[in-house]
């Protein structure tokens, strides 16, 4: 069953995401007090638990939640498998998948340690369509 492992904000973009356990996500515009919210395609990341163990295996240390600057970190989903347009419902939300992946931005810090991200190819953006609550251990179905 694929899940919420944790929800992650930052105030200003460019760094890492910290872990809140639970925020609000506004329709049409993305996680409230989060940087990279607005009217866009991109309102909300997602990056799988599953991804960030990859990068662990490669040899990048003291990767968590939020480190690759995600919103949402997922559990038991293949996000990167999801074609743009599909439904997923987190927890109160519905959202929709709008891009998959992303260019790295300039001097990526888990780049420069491992030679590699994950998130330009694994992590994807969505928009939220209904909004509401999300938190820690919320259930995702692909609708």
Known sequence: MAKVVEVNISETKGVV???IGKGYFKENYGLEGDAHAGEWHRQV???SQES????KAMGAEGLSSGKFAENITTEGITLYE?????????GETLM?????????????AI???VGD????REGIFTKVLKGGYVKSGDTIEVI
């Open 17 to 19: 995401k910290k872990p």
């Open 45 to 47: 990341s997602l990056l």
């Open 52 to 55: 960030i163990d990859k990068m």
């Open 82 to 90: 999801l074609p743009v347009g599909t439904k997923l419902k987190i």
């Open 96 to 108: 929709e998948v709008t891009q998959i992946g992303k260019e790295c931005h300039k001097g990526c």
């Open 111 to 113: 780049r420069s340690q």
């Open 117 to 120: 991200c994950i998130m330009p």
